[in-house]
Nanobody
Framework: QVQLAESGGGLVQTGGSLTLSCVASGRTYNNPEMGWFRQAPGKEREFVAAQESIGPATYYSDSVKGRFTVSRDNAKNTMVLQMNSLKPEDTALYLC?????????????????????WGRGTQVTVSS
C-alpha cells in the first residue's frame, strides 16, 4: 500500500502562484509512478502533470503547459507541482496519484484508471 498526502493549496488571485506537494509513504521502495490530477465540481477528473519515476521526462496537459512545472525527489518520496500564472479555470481539487506499474508516455500517465492510489486532494481556488 502507498499513502499519499497533498498540501499547499489555497486561495490566490489571477496571475498568482502556488506550490503543491505530495508526499508518498508506505511501500515506496520501487519509486511508483506518480501524477497530478484535478477535479472541479461537476467535471470529470483531469490529468494535469506527471514525471517519470526514474527519468527526466515530464508530461503536461495542454491547459497547463508553460505555466506549471512538475518535479520529483525520489529520495524524499515527494512530488511537487509549481503553478504559475494561475487562472480562474485552474480552480479545482488537486489530487496526487500513484501507480504500482510503470506508465509509458503520455498515453500511460494521463489515464486516471492507470493509478492505484490516490490522496485526498488539496483545494486550489483562483479568484478573478
Amino acid at each position: 500500500q502507498v499513502q499519499l498526502a497533498e498540501s499547499g493549496g489555497g486561495l490566490v488571485q489571477t496571475g498568482g502562484s502556488l506550490t503543491l506537494s505530495c508526499v508518498a509513504s508506505g511501500r515506496t521502495y520501487n519509486n511508483p509512478e506518480m501524477g497530478w490530477f484535478r477535479q472541479a465540481p461537476g467535471k470529470e477528473r483531469e490529468f494535469v502533470a506527471a514525471q517519470e519515476s526514474i527519468g527526466p521526462a515530464t508530461y503536461y496537459s495542454d491547459s497547463v503547459k508553460g505555466r506549471f512545472t512538475v518535479s520529483r525527489d525520489n529520495a524524499k518520496n515527494t512530488m511537487v507541482l509549481q503553478m504559475n500564472s494561475l487562472k480562474p479555470e485552474d480552480t479545482a481539487l488537486y489530487l496526487c496519484a500513484a501507480s504500482r506499474y510503470a506508465l509509458v508516455g503520455m498515453t500511460g500517465v494521463q489515464r486516471a484508471d492507470n493509478y492505484d492510489y490516490w490522496g485526498r486532494g488539496t483545494q486550489v481556488t483562483v479568484s478573478s
